[in-house]
């Protein structure tokens, strides 16, 4: 089982500092949550299906590999509550960012939902923009594109954002190329949603729920309690299974403020290190190359600052 890193939260008063390095955390999880409201629900919107060159599913799908690519670099590129509550599980955040991510990502979301909206009330041939906002928002039952009942609905939300955690959570932590999760995560979105919206427009996303619930008839809010607790349970249950079976191994990132400040302190250790290290083959480096010390200091001082693109990218830590 992996723990985080110790290190002060990002919100935690006294901070000055990490409490800074947490906004513009929140800004590109903000614009990012807004982007996707923006294409997730206005593509449906205002697109005929039959005529439309790129499927709506597949368009929320290529928004979020295009955020992720954007602004995975400052804050992980989460976008979504229920992946950052899968990465809290699986110990790669604080709480207090956590929250913080979350209330970023409902806030970005419902911008870009009030856009579409104001867009709706400047179109003469649609008179009701809530009417129109309710063929894009979340239901069950009656409002089921094919009566879909509470339970199959729950049971599709749950598992498909566990998917969706899983996947990112993986990717993440491949080592590979920077582009690994986006891409992993926008084609799983994408396939999910596809599925979804046959159902009853599920989106995986309570932050996406929310946004479409407020500007849809009283029914949407009604039912949106489905919405918010399904993709949050199927995300623990992913976060709890990468932390239970060591999925995250040997030590997981921290993605807040603290996170920062400990890459920093880290940053300023090898320096000192550096330093210390130019003084000593200064003084004696004969005697250690001799004995072998050198090189064997130079391939520690190698493996310890070592870290994987792919590593850096979902940690935050490249600006």
């Given at each position: 089982m992996?723990?985080p ?12 500092a990490?409490?800074?390095a947490l906004?513009p955390r ?14 997730g ?7 005929i299906?039959?005529?439309?060159p790129?499927?709506s599913?597949?368009?929320?799908g290529?928004a979020?590999?295009?955020a ?12 979504n509550p ?14 207090g ?10 806030v ?5 939902a009030?856009a ?5 009330r400047?179109l003469?041939?649609i008179?009701?923009?809530r009417?129109a906002?309710?063929?894009?928002t ?7 594109i094919?009566?879909?009942?509470l339970?199959?609905v729950v ?5 498909g954002a566990a ?15 920077r ?11 994408a396939a999910?949603?596809?599925v979804?919206q046959?159902v009853g427009?599920l989106p995986?996303?309570?932050a996406?729920a929310?946004?479409?619930?407020v ?5 949407a809010?009604e039912q949106?309690w489905?919405?918010l607790v399904?993709?949050?349970?199927g995300?623990a249950?992913?976060g ?7 999925l995250?191994?040997a030590a997981?990132?921290?993605e ?6 400990a890459?920093?302190?880290d ?11 130019d ?6 480096v004969?005697?250690?190359a001799?004995?072998?010390v050198a090189?064997a200091?130079?391939?520690r001082k ?6 994987s ?9 490249r600006?």
């Amino acid at each position: 089982m992996s723990t985080p890193v110790p290190a002060r939260d990002a919100l935690q008063p006294g901070t000055p500092a990490a409490a800074t390095a947490l906004m513009p955390r929140l800004a590109s999880e903000a614009f990012g949550s807004l982007f996707l409201a923006v294409a997730g629900l206005g593509v449906p919107l205002f697109s005929i299906p039959q005529s439309s060159p790129v499927p709506s599913a597949l368009a929320a799908g290529l928004a979020i590999t295009a955020a992720m690519l954007a602004f995975g670099h400052i804050s992980g590129g989460h976008f979504n509550p229920a992946i950052t509550l899968g990465h809290l599980l699986a110990g790669r955040i604080r709480a207090g960012a956590a929250a913080a991510y979350a209330a970023a990502q409902v806030v970005g979301a419902l911008v870009g939902a009030l856009a579409l909206f104001g867009i709706l009330r400047t179109l003469p041939s649609i008179p009701d923009s809530r009417t129109a906002f309710d063929t894009v928002t979340a239901g069950f039952g009656e409002h089921s594109i094919i009566q879909a009942p509470l339970a199959a609905v729950v049971l599709l939300e749950l598992l498909g954002a566990a998917i969706i955690v899983a996947v990112f959570l993986g990717a993440s932590r491949s080592g590979g190329s920077r582009t690994v999760a986006p891409v992993a995560v926008g084609l799983s979105f994408a396939a999910l949603l596809q599925v979804g919206q046959s159902v009853g427009n599920l989106p995986y996303n309570p932050a996406r729920a929310v946004a479409s619930a407020v500007f849809s008839s009283g029914w949407a809010v009604e039912q949106l309690w489905v919405f918010l607790v399904a993709p949050l349970a199927g995300a623990a249950i992913a976060g709890l299974v990468f932390r239970i079976t060591g999925l995250e191994g040997a030590a997981a990132p921290v993605e807040d403020g603290a996170g920062v400040a400990a890459a920093g302190a880290d940053k300023n250790a090898a320096e000192a290190g550096d330093d210390s290290d130019d003084e000593a083959d200064d003084d004696g480096v004969e005697s250690a190359a001799a004995d072998g010390v050198a090189p064997a200091a130079a391939a520690r001082k190698e493996k310890a600052g070592s870290v994987s693109e792919a590593q850096e990218f979902f940690e935050g830590r490249r600006s």
